[in-house]
């Protein structure tokens, strides 16, 4: 037995396919072990399972326990803009104009080093406060956010997805890049960052309304060199956006077929948002194996609109989907906020769907899968951000030979009244049954914030702790 | 100078008109005292103004110094179910299959005297979390229910108002009370409660589709033997519903002509919801002084839609507006989570309402009232609920003579990421005038939460204080 080795116990939960698949049995995607030892070597996770049988294995591994609390995978956060961290929550534009009135501005202080670094800090502080052990980050046109990005995940062993973020129209002089400069630099920092450690690189056209033709074709070229980069991007957010894409593409039918001209749409392409999406789109995001990134927290912040969940999820033309928070649009960093306000929005498509608003709107079978209980959710915060991102071979769930990051939550933190609505489900002993989990969960989700993450660990070690109260 | 004046130092922020009235300049409708004094006896405001100037006045009394917050009139919850406490965030059903599949199974329970009991200890502490002093509450169709919410009440001095909350058919029959019965006890708790220290009582027919034409006459019959009373309900929440109450009174045009039609439309009247209102049934709420209570969190957790806030605060029909968390079908105590929600259903409005989506349905003026800023969210949350729920001579703001109901708010609490978020708007020595108080506000509710209330001050004295982390 290597000296290396340690294990965490504790009750675990996690995904093993998608719940989407099960409809009224979702459990069957789940797998809860209410006595259970993950063991970790290097980072990874080398053996799991209930005590009783991984610990006879390992006899001598010094062990963690984490009683009453629910061990999951590590968050993912498939969309994200790291020099937003401090403009979460601005006020009272959509998109186009608060990107000019807030973002730009902000944004262009991360040519700044050292105000890059002290951002980077927060950033990575207020992921890990919130059970983000993964994100995919856009940073700016300036290369310092992008190196003090990976710089800082370097730092706390994360894995990430980032990139140099290309503008080079609708924004001011000093915020755009040159598409030259952009091909020169995105070159460079693939050299120095992609597969260097845990970090993965996309290259990252900030959305097509922002992008001339030689951006575009900039990407295609990056992207033909180096094809298992990510491409990171926007779609469909606003209609006044989507208006503007079709104004500077008069040539494509649709937003999705900018993306697919320059031939980006595929595996590995992230497009966050989709608001705005035509069915015919969502079927050839599935047929491509390209992800949206849902954002609710920012769709409704931003007044955007609701993202049709249950279109994006039916199984004819099941699209990759992760959930993001798009801070700062998004107006909280934790995951758990952001699967609140997708089960809000979940159920306001539920009602538009259920014939009672407009009868020929009536889909029952879309209407119910846009009903996000905690299998569902907490799938698109683990595995299912993992398989939208093509990282389900190293994140997601504990399935040995996956990376060691994973949160641990306690069911009972957050408002006042969460234990006593919590007490519904079970005693302090914890939950017996996956059911009971998910009920838990679902509290979680549906009531809870960063109060429940109680601890994350990344790369197999503690690296948040949440501070008790007096 | 009385033994028993005592006073709170700090910085105030209070609204003393309706900020809707001066779009664009609504600061014009509040009051920001960097460094002021209020001056308690008796449980009121005797005094308040500069701390110079009033502590002039009052040199020898005791003062409790608040620096680090900013104070404001107690939080106002206009439309909220006390036996619904501990089944906030339920699980996956819209309004009326979460009626009979979660709500009446545990409203019954509180035919139980203990469990009531129970039951009102955690509400009350839930709402105190929450910087709620007042809330007008529904409560079951048994009396016990609704004695041992006032009685709990009383113990913390707060000022309520609540009523046996009667419902008659569409329920088990052991849910039910008789039109008859319902008038009986509601007589007896009227004279028990109403005005008996800072009770108020209000006539509670459930909704009309739960209310029998006997249940609603006996409404009638309530109302006009105790005209002061208030009357407590709900309207146009859901579709369905809409449809079932057009189903049960074939005779009234719309849902609103149901109240009409007993005569209960009109001053001191509030009705929950009113998502699925039309303009002709505003417009009649407008002109009789009856009051709708917008439940943002609500509406959106149970899918039932967007509240047309812009069209409520039309100059040329303003409806008096509160705002309320609808607990459980809200699933957050605090005020502060029900402006994030507002905030971002009016955006959602905004973006329909821009003729992006739809050209015809452009209406910039309706677009713009759309917007919550601090000021008119706060104003909903203290002088606009006392406003809509006829206690504003007694409430809502800092007014000489007013009860001394407020909150201490600390605007760095919260996410990790807050206090890098609000060092944007002022350092740590706080607001030096009301645009950077109201920026702070705002960052409190869009991105804030119960951690955000410091302390909850009732009747002049101090009845919560939040936990330090250590």
Chains 1, 2 share one sequence.
Not at 158 to 166: F, V
Not at 421 to 446: H, I, K, N, Y
């Amino acid at each position: 037995m290597s000296a290396s080795f340690h294990a965490v116990r504790g009750s675990f939960f996690d995904l093993l396919d998608d719940p989407w698949k099960y409809p009224g049995r979702e459990a069957l995607a789940a797998r809860f072990v209410p006595d259970g030892l993950l063991i970790i070597a290097e980072g990874k996770i080398v053996d799991f399972g209930s005590f009783t049988e991984v610990s006879n294995r390992h006899s001598q591994v010094p062990v963690t326990h984490l009683p009453g609390r629910l061990i999951l995978p590590g968050f993912i956060d498939g969309h994200i803009h790291f020099p937003q961290t401090r403009v979460l929550g601005a006020y009272g534009h959509q998109l186009l104009d608060w990107l000019q009135n807030w973002i730009i501005p902000e944004e262009m202080r991360y040519a700044d080093r050292t105000y890059a670094q002290e951002a980077a800090r927060h950033f990575f502080d207020d992921l890990l406060a919130g059970g983000v052990t993964t994100c995919q980050a856009f940073t700016t046109s300036s290369p310092v956010s992008t190196e003090e990005f990976f710089a800082e995940a370097a730092r706390r062993g994360m894995r990430t997805i980032a990139g140099l973020t290309g503008i080079d129209r609708h924004a001011p002089a000093e915020y755009c890049i040159s598409p030259q400069d952009f091909y020169r630099e995105t070159k460079r920092l693939i050299a120095t960052y992609h597969k260097q450690g845990r970090h993965l690189y996309a290259i990252t056209p900030r959305f097509a309304v922002g992008c001339t033709h030689e951006m575009m074709a900039v990407c295609t070229q990056l992207k033909r060199e180096h094809p298992d980069c990510h491409i990171n991007t926007h779609i469909s957010e606003n209609p006044t956006e989507v208006r503007l894409a079709q104004a500077e593409y008069p040539d494509c039918h649709d937003y999705t077929a900018v993306y697919e001209k320059y031939g980006l749409l595929g595996p590995r392409f992230t497009a966050g948002h989709g608001v705005w999406l035509s069915n015919s789109e969502f079927r050839r995001f599935a047929q491509t194996g390209a992800a949206i990134c849902f954002c609710p927290l920012s769709n409704l912040f931003l007044g955007s609109g609701l993202f049709r969940l249950g279109r994006a999820t039916d199984p004819e033309q099941r699209v990759r989907l992760a959930i993001g928070s798009d801070i700062g649009g998004g107006n909280a960093f934790t995951p758990i906020r952001v699967l609140e306000e997708a089960y809000k929005v979940g159920m306001c498509n539920n009602t538009m769907l259920d014939g009672s608003v407009n009868a020929c709107e009536h889909d029952a079978a879309e209407a119910e899968r846009n009903k996000l209980n905690a299998y569902r959710g907490f799938y698109l915060a683990t595995l299912g951000g993992a398989h939208a991102l093509y990282l389900d071979d190293k994140l997601g769930n504990f399935s040995i030979g996956k990376e060691a990051d994973f949160v641990a939550l306690d069911w009972l933190a957050g408002q006042h009244a969460m234990a006593w609505r919590q007490s519904q489900v079970c005693g302090p002993e914890g939950p017996a049954t996956v059911d009971q989990a998910a009920s838990l969960l679902f509290g979680v989700m549906a009531c809870g914030d960063d109060r429940n993450v109680a601890e994350t660990w990344v790369n197999g070690r503690r690296a948040y702790q949440k501070l008790p109260t007096i």
